[in-house]
């Protein structure tokens, strides 16, 4: 276990989530099984104050967590200068058993959480609260992967070695590799490229004929084919290295900080596509989470497809 | 409309903290003095590891030393010729050096042995070979840093000093001049002198070394080169620079982690003092909340309220806490505090600390405070927000 003070803040902040979380838990179960906004019971109306409570602590939780989560992957960075053989985030996240399924918790957390907070904010717009029983009983649910994903915390911090060789991501993302991420280095960069640009395309379809459910399939393939392209394609030309795949190191301060802007613009168009299957807006602005999704992915697409085109444009050939 | 700001709900807070100027006053005192005190030591901390590192690129890529029983022994000189054979090798010397306890001041000396044909290791020693001559026929010289002579003079040594030999004779070797002020931190308390004489005081063999230093035209190869010299001589310990830059972050995660570990006792005390004081509501405050409600405010509101006065109190204390620490850290060098990570020593190095700015321990300082502060404030607003209007008016 590596006592650094970043690491130290982690867990500190971890430690009070847990107390906070198993409040809010606590107070969900009540809720969800006693909850009857018909009835002028007493016991109701510790519920209706108690549900502020719980809010407030869901809300504080996720508000913490999204600038955490950026400063998590910064530590991770900075790790990467004691692992021997780790160059950048992805080499500290290999080096444990734990690393990735801890990203994949956290970053579906983050989805989960936003998904919270939208129905939360819907549900607050009535006086009757129609959602309340439903935000606590998924609240439930969420606990119990939040809670996951801070074992796995722990666990990862403190069985990282820093004696071990670790990969660096130069090997563990490309197509030599044996992991299964290497698969992707097979599919033909073209056809990959035209399912991207293809998949967007569909998003604008559907946002046009406003199908629902189809928009919200094509925005969740949107996050996967975004990501393959990221590190098949965009990637190198970021890198301007043909052979650099890691979809961690243009997290660092030689490519500005450029994968925030990328990660940011990628999570909050695939949030909103993916959450106007699951909510029922209310009326005036029913179309607005549409636009928003939308736009965002518009942009992630511009973003990532300049990279290629400023580096032909100054060289005239492509990588 | 839901997720913007009310600046009237700002404006209401901040005149709401201002009506108990008292009790916000202690408050954002005690939490500025912590912050302030958290953000030097990792300030002072960075800023020291900087140095060395910088340090360490003029070190040595690797050294080899011989170990026996766990203990590090005299090498071989000719082992530099064998080492010299490996591809990718461009340079080996053999360096003499050690510790003289100079008991009347009760410091230790870093005496090295150098000669003056040889290669030097250390572009700071190629200068004062260059400077003086070390060998001027029989007498022996030693160049010595500011600090040595500093000490020497108290002990009224200004013309040369009387080493004391393992076997009690005594070993005169006079002053030849000082170093340059500049390599004050690796050179304050070191004394030069050529090999014969290092040899002589320390009563060394001849074809004897402290340890041998590698120098490697490929910095990419060193690594490599380190492993083949371990499978020659496997009685031997190789450092590279690498190792030396790991330890070094090392030891200062560990250090300014330890302080960390430590200041979290007192920053769970202050939460929990936070936790009592926003929980204790004097009437006057229980009058207001029962107003408000009564005017129409919703439990919503007030939490809204009173979030906003916490995320200013917290945030007010963090950046004026910061702002502090750089003007203790940087302008006036950290007096006091500095001493916890140079030590004690009588030799001890005055420097001046470099201006590193660090992104990251700025956010780092934050999430220990801001948010914890938030959290230990959640539940008696909450409790505040949920009282009754009708109880509280009466």
């Known amino acids: 276990m590596i006592l650094s003070p970043e690491i130290l803040a982690i867990l500190i902040l971890d430690f009070i989530f847990i107390f906070f979380a198993i409040i809010a838990f606590i107070l969900s179960i009540k809720i969800f099984l006693g909850w009857d906004a018909n009835s002028t019971t007493k016991k109701q109306y510790r519920l209706e104050k108690q549900s502020f409570l719980t809010a407030i602590i869901i809300k504080y939780i996720f508000i913490v967590k999204v600038p955490l989560f950026l400063f998590f992957i910064f530590t991770l960075d900075k790790m990467s200068n004691v692992i021997i053989g780790a160059m950048c985030a992805a080499g500290v996240v290999d080096a444990t058993p734990y690393g990735i399924y801890l990203f994949i918790f956290k970053i579906m957390n983050l989805y989960f959480f936003g998904y919270w907070l939208v129905i939360h904010n819907e549900d607050i717009k009535y006086e009757t609260q129609p959602y309340t029983r439903l935000k606590f009983g998924i609240f439930i649910g969420i606990f119990f992967l939040f809670i996951v994903e801070l074992i796995l915390e722990w666990l990862m911090f403190s069985s990282i070695n820093i004696d071990k060789m670790v990969s660096c991501c130069g090997t563990l993302y490309s197509s030599s590799s044996t992991s299964s991420i290497s698969i992707i280095f097979h599919i033909n960069k073209t056809l990959l490229l035209s399912i991207f640009y293809g998949n967007f395309l569909f998003i604008y379809i559907f946002y046009l004929l406003r199908k629902k459910y189809l928009f919200v399939i094509a925005n969740i393939l949107f996050i996967l084919t975004a990501i393959s392209s990221l590190i098949v394609f965009f990637g190198t030309y970021i890198y301007e290295l043909p052979t650099h795949h890691c979809p961690f190191c243009f997290l660092q301060s030689d490519y500005y900080y450029v994968g925030y802007l990328i990660y940011t613009l990628l999570f909050i168009g695939t949030f909103y596509g993916i959450i106007t299957g699951f909510v029922e807006k209310s009326k005036g602005n029913k179309i607005e989470n549409y636009k928003i999704s939308v736009i965002f992915n518009f942009l992630y697409v511009i973003l990532v497809s300049l990279y290629p085109i400023i580096f032909y444009i100054k060289n005239g050939v492509w990588l | ?394």
């Not at chain 2, 200068?127 to 009224?156: A, C, H, R």
Request: net charge negative; no cysteine.
């Open chain 2, 1 to 394: 409309m839901k997720n913007k700001i009310n600046i009237y709900l700002i404006e209401y807070a901040i005149n709401s903290i201002l009506r108990q100027k008292a009790k916000n006053f202690f408050i954002v005192f005690v939490f500025i003095l912590l912050i302030f005190l958290l953000t030097s030591i990792f300030f002072i901390t960075n800023s020291i590891k900087y140095e060395l590192e910088t340090t360490v690129d003029s070190l040595p890529q690797i050294i080899v030393q011989k170990i026996k029983a766990g203990r590090q022994y005299d090498i071989d000189e000719n082992v530099v010729d064998q080492l010299i054979k490996i591809e990718g090798v461009k340079d080996v010397v053999s360096r003499v050096w050690g510790y003289y306890y100079f008991a009347n001041a009760g410091v230790n000396f870093s005496i090295v042995g150098l000669n003056e044909y040889e290669n030097q290791y250390k572009n700071s020693f190629k200068k004062i070979i260059q400077n003086v001559e070390l060998e001027k026929g029989n007498t022996s010289f030693m160049v010595m840093g500011q600090g040595v002579q500093k000490v020497l003079n108290e002990n009224y040594y200004d013309k040369y000093f009387n080493f004391i030999r393992p076997n009690g004779t005594l070993k005169k070797v006079n002053f030849a001049g000082t170093f340059d002020a500049d390599t004050e931190l690796e050179s304050n308390d070191v004394i030069v002198v050529s090999k014969d004489t290092f040899r002589d005081i320390f009563d060394m063999d001849e074809n004897k070394a402290t340890d041998i230093v590698v120098k490697v035209s490929n910095p990419k190869e060193i690594s490599m080169i380190a492993s083949k010299i371990k499978l020659i001589y496997p009685d031997t310990r190789v450092i590279t620079s690498d190792d030396l830059k790991v330890s070094y972050q090392n030891i200062f995660d560990y250090k300014s982690g330890v302080f960390l570990a430590i200041f979290i006792i007192s920053l769970f005390t202050f939460f929990i003092i936070i936790y009592d004081k926003s929980s204790g509501l004097t009437s006057e405050e229980k009058r207001e909340i029962g107003i408000l409600k009564a005017i129409g405010w919703k439990i919503d509101d007030v939490l809204k309220e009173k979030f906003y006065e916490s995320f200013i109190i917290s945030s007010f204390s963090y950046i004026f806490g910061v702002g502090l620490s750089f003007i203790y850290v940087y302008i006036f060098h950290a007096p006091l505090l500095q001493n916890i990570f140079t030590g004690y020593s009588q030799l001890k190095t005055s420097f001046e600390l470099p201006f590193i700015f660090d992104i990251q321990t700025l956010f780092l300082v934050f999430f220990l405070s801001v948010p914890s502060y938030i959290g230990a404030t959640i539940i008696p607003s909450w409790r505040i927000a949920t009282l009754e209007a009708d109880e509280v008016i009466r």
